[in-house]
């Protein structure tokens, strides 16, 4: 497998994210990943985990290696729901991120038998916890709907000729064809069991809808946001490739 790595190396990883700050930083690092990078780093995250497990040597004793195992799941987590999206988990998280932390582990287990390059790796887990959890809603047209995450775009705010940095956002129909320019709303809202605060950004009549981190999202749209009749809302379109 290519051993080239984007964010985090799968054989010496660092503790990064133990912080709401450490984890901040990472996230807006993320952001700015193309498609394939973000299933890239996923994969080496993955692989990161399994390598510290198997060899634990020079990591630094049994508390050291929890440490950095909880690290590195903490990545994984985060990445998904950045990637999926929190609300395609609805109850199925059930304030419990530890249950999504072991789909994330088993999915990997299913994919390293595939023996796929990086990329592939980290797109087949996030295709295959898709395909579960949509499976257990019982949504016929599951498998149908993912393929080659075309429904993951990029948006940017406007205001005049100047544009933010782009925003990845879910398209939940592809039956349902942009307008050059569109109206996006930002929401606070609660994770389940209140564990954090998120920013919920939406325009349900075009199905497209994303929660990121409150941090992440304030400094994309900074200067873009406005109120209207107390709606906290964007001007957006989608970025121009």
């Known amino acids: 497998m290519n051993s080239r790595f984007v964010l985090t190396s799968p054989f010496k990883p660092m503790i990064e994210v133990d ?7 990472y996230m807006d690092r993320v952001n700015e990943l193309s498609d394939s990078d973000i299933f890239t780093e ?3 995250v ?3 985990i399994h390598n510290v497990k198997v060899n634990p040597v ?7 290696l929890n440490d950095l195992i909880f690290d590195l799941e903490t990545k994984a987590l985060n990445i998904c729901l950045f990637v ?5 988990f609805g109850e199925d998280i059930t304030g419990d991120l530890k249950n999504l932390v072991k789909l ?3 999915k990997d287990q299913v994919v390293s038998s595939l023996d796929l390059e990086p990329r592939e790796h980290g797109r087949q887990i996030l295709v295959k916890i898709e395909e579960h959890i949509k499976s257990k809603k019982k949504v016929s047209k599951a498998k149908d709907e993912i393929d080659d995450f075309k429904q993951l775009i990029e948006i940017q705010a406007i205001n005049e000729s100047i544009r933010s940095s782009p925003i990845r956002v879910w398209l939940k129909s592809r039956d349902i064809k942009l307008p050059q320019q569109f109206v996006l709303r930002i ?3 609660v994770s389940k069991k209140g564990e954090k605060k998120l920013l919920k950004i939406s325009n ?3 199905n497209l809808i994303a929660s990121h981190e409150p941090e992440i999202l304030i400094k994309s749209v900074a200067g873009f946001r406005r109120d209207v009749e107390g709606v906290t809302c964007i001007i957006a379109e989608m970025v121009k490739k």
Not at 58 to 64: C, D
Not at 84 to 88: Q, R, S
Request: net charge negative; glycine share 14%.
């Open 84 to 88: 999926l999206g929190e609300d395609i």
């Open 104 to 106: 994330i582990n088993e």
């Open 204 to 206: 349900a009549n075009l």
């Open 42 to 44: 996923l994969s080496n």
């Open 46 to 48: 993955m692989a990161s």
């Open 187 to 189: 929401d606070e809202v």
């Open 19 to 25: 912080s709401d700050n450490g984890l901040s930083t």
């Open 58 to 64: 020079g990591v630094g004793g049994a508390s050291r």
